[in-house]
């Protein structure tokens, strides 16, 4: 029998070796496992070996804490099986005998923390690594290798056996940092829930479970140096006058860590500041700048009211609060925020001002960043590393920051170009609140990690990425719906060799990943919107299409709110008038997608040519210009995809409609939503014009409605035109700039959101 030390050694030459041998025979018409993400390579050969009550587990000798990994195998094959194989440690051939082997590697200068090699042969699988990380990465390749039906305890009392196909896979990741941001503060989710979704990130090979644990909507946390905030700022009344709320408990916490730290899941906690503040504030008031009082906020969007710079009893309050965070949570990381902090208080507090002119900083930006440095300090005097959103970047970065990047990827660029770390999760592609209109599975998958413009030793400050799950209009009972199948998408993005991407082998095994999904009783949503809509023009009549953006669904319609049983589509619709259509997607097994309105318009303006002074915002651009003539009407969501969004500026919008119209009833939509510093226009001016350049006035618009209304509402500019013959007409609309005062995003960029243009 060959020494330990020698079979370890020389273990990776051999596996090396059989991967030139396995490539030389391989099949091509052996089909690829539904392997999610996408190993790095994979070789499949004919045959298989079967694990049955007689296959053992062993641990090679020389690799101490396999133990762990190897108990979490038994038990998962246990756990689905009339049987559950035994653990034995062992060396040399042995291992090689109707076994599932567990051995060490040396390392190489291909390996790295977290790699590993799986071979299945005849007489067994051996997974090799060099640490106990890269061991339970193989596991969980091992794993969907197996049936889709392993994932079932339905099995377990009669299965006897469980069949895998021989092959070679030498995997390792892109990207070492891979993860998921769960926001349990805008709606809580219960600890069986976040072990469930600890679980799924393991099997995707996601490393990072990013815990939102204080908002403005509540503290979830508890804090034993201060009772109150879990008391009082872990419970919110709703308008409706019923009270909502939660938080996990120190012991639960501590619950949660361990699970995930078996998984190999580093659970990172976020406590926000400055901003985002108003629950910690509900319960202790006296860390604003006002000395309140505040309620626990039962609305979203941003609030003014944020935690004190110029008071020291802001920082002994969040460094004890600190003290407990890092005692519950090993993690090298802490993530602090920093993001969505309105100036507006700070600027009138005179202990902020105060704290401005003794640190000789310049705005109230330069004190943000000095804040954030404080904060700094404190955790690197604890041996851990900060993590803040990219306007941590404003008034200057802290020393040794990472910089979390959403706002696109120029923060993430920056914090390179700057030598600090930097992680991604921009809104365009890593927002799995956003509904799959706005991204679908093919846009995750689209994304790329790296920022454009970076040099190969700037790129390796880009730890990696994550995708975000807010919950402001995300219960529990729909987060997974919303996280899958785009997570998907996203594991193999930050895991995979870029070169072993392609969509079309994606997307084949999505397809079948989906029987694994069900076993595992994971709420899947929809790969791309079920529903979409499109507009055609004719001269009697407005005519939309119906289609479904995912294969194999069903469309149901009824004109007019309710679907019901429906009528099933199968024809544009040709609508002569104004109304509503509603539409159901049904899947072949009878699922039923929620209900997709639309309200539409017929006027004669549809489809004229339009020019936008100014481009929308990029996350806000219904399509292009020409959606403002298209019939379809947004509805109160501003993010349904067709609403343009201006940003702080005036609009100015010119219609061509290529030959002279009447002008009569002229109408313009516009979305009020405060809460999300959506405002309607302080007036709108329109005019007319033969030839493009000279103008008449028609007169100007105004709105009734009470500016601080909170509720999301559509409201309608209008004006008579007179019956003017015009080929151009002109709408200019007036934005209120800033956030007023009186605002919980005060001194904010205000936004104008426009619908449709309307001519009769």
Request: proline share 5%; hydrophobic share 40%.
């Amino acid at each position: 029998m060959r020494s330990t030390c020698f079979s370890r050694l020389l273990l990776p030459t051999l596996l090396v070796l059989a991967a030139s041998r396995l490539f030389a025979q391989y099949q091509p018409d052996v089909v690829e496992p539904a392997i999610i993400p996408r190993p790095a390579r994979v070789v499949m050969q004919p045959g298989s070996y079967t694990i049955t009550a007689d296959t053992r587990i062993l641990i090679d000798t020389a690799f101490g804490g396999a133990e762990a990994t190897a108990r979490y195998l038994a038990e998962m094959i246990g756990g689905v099986s009339s049987f559950t194989p035994r653990i034995e440690t062992g060396t040399g051939e042995r291992a090689a005998h109707n076994s599932i082997t567990l051995r060490l590697l040396a390392p190489t200068t291909e390996s790295s923390p977290e790699s590993y090699t799986l071979r299945v042969f005849p007489g067994g699988v051996l997974i090799g690594a060099t640490n106990e990380q890269g061991l339970f990465h193989g596991v969980q390749t091992l794993r969907q290798l197996l049936p889709a039906r392993f994932e079932s305890s339905a099995w377990r009392d009669t299965t006897r056996a469980w069949t895998l196909p021989n092959c070679l896979i030498m995997d390792r990741p892109r990207f070492a940092w891979r993860g998921l941001l769960l926001d349990c503060c805008r709606h809580f989710m219960d600890v069986d829930f976040i072990k469930h979704t600890i679980d799924m990130l393991a099997l995707l090979k996601m490393n990072r479970l990013h815990w939102h644990l204080t908002e403005d909507q509540g503290w979830r946390i508890e804090i034993r140096a201060f009772p109150e905030l879990t008391r009082v700022g872990a419970w919110r009344r709703n308008k409706d006058g019923s009270t909502y709320g939660g938080f996990y408990t120190q012991q639960q916490i501590r619950e949660i860590v361990r699970y995930a730290s078996e998984r190999h899941v580093t659970v990172v906690p976020e406590i926000e500041m400055p901003g985002h503040a108003l629950a910690a504030l509900a319960a202790y008031p006296h860390l604003s700048c006002t000395g309140g009082p505040f309620d626990v906020a039962n609305d979203w969007g941003v609030f003014k009211d944020i935690f004190c710079a110029g008071k020291d009893d802001t920082f002994r309050f969040l460094e004890t609060v600190l003290d407990e965070v890092m005692e519950l949570f090993p993690s090298e990381y802490v993530h602090i925020g920093g993001d969505e902090a309105p100036k507006f208080r700070w600027e009138h507090c005179e202990a902020c001002q105060r704290r401005m002119r003794e640190e000789g900083l310049a705005d109230e930006h330069a004190l943000q960043s000095w804040f954030i440095a404080r904060i700094e300090r404190y955790l690197r005097a604890h041996g851990r590393k900060l993590i803040g959103w990219d306007e941590i970047l404003e008034g200057g970065l802290a020393p040794n920051a990472t910089v979390q990047s959403w706002r696109g990827m120029d923060g993430a660029r920056a914090a390179a170009k700057s030598g600090h770390d930097a992680i991604v999760s921009p809104t365009s592609h890593a927002y799995f609140d956003y509904d799959v209109s706005n991204i679908d599975l093919r846009k995750v998958y689209g994304f790329e990690a790296i920022p454009e413009g970076l040099t190969p030793d700037e790129a390796r400050h880009i730890l990696g990425g994550e995708c975000n799950m807010w919950t402001e209009h995300a219960p529990q009972a729909i987060v997974e719906s919303k996280i899958y199948p785009r997570i998907l998408a996203m594991s193999e993005v930050l895991w995979s060799p870029t070169e072993r991407r392609d969509w079309d082998s994606f997307h084949a095994r999505v397809r079948r990943y989906y029987e694994r999904l069900d076993s595992l009783g994971v709420d899947y949503g929809y790969e791309a919107p079920p529903v979409l809509f499109e507009s055609r023009h004719s001269d009697s009549s407005l005519t939309i299409a119906l289609s479904s953006g995912q294969a194999g669904l069903q469309l149901l319609y009824a004109l007019g709110q309710e679907v019901g049983d429906g009528t099933p589509y199968r024809t544009a619709l040709q609508l002569h008038d104004s109304g509503t259509v509603a539409v159901v997607a049904m899947a072949p097994g009878g699922k039923r997608s929620t209900t997709y309105r639309l309200r539409y318009d017929r006027h004669a303006a549809f489809r004229a040519t339009v020019t936008l002074g100014a481009p929308p915002h990029a996350s806000y651009t219904a399509g292009g210009a020409q959606a403002l003539t298209d019939g379809l009407r947004a509805s109160t969501a501003f993010r349904d995809g067709r609403w343009q969004g201006h940003e702080e500026g005036d609009l100015d919008v010119l219609l061509d409609f290529g030959r002279a119209l009447p002008l009569h009833e002229l109408r313009a939509g516009f979305l009020h939503y405060q809460q999300a510093w959506i405002f309607l226009p302080r007036e709108c001016r329109w005019s007319w014009s033969m030839d493009g350049t000279t103008f008449h006035s028609l007169g100007k618009s105004s709105f009734d409605t009470d500016v601080r209304a909170e509720e999301a509402m559509i409201r309608e500019a209008k004006i008579d035109g007179g019956g003017v013959h015009a080929r151009y007409l002109r709408l200019e609309a007036t934005s209120m700039g800033r956030c007023p005062a009186w605002h919980a995003g005060a001194g904010g960029k205000a936004w104008i959101f426009i619908d449709e243009i309307i001519v009769r």
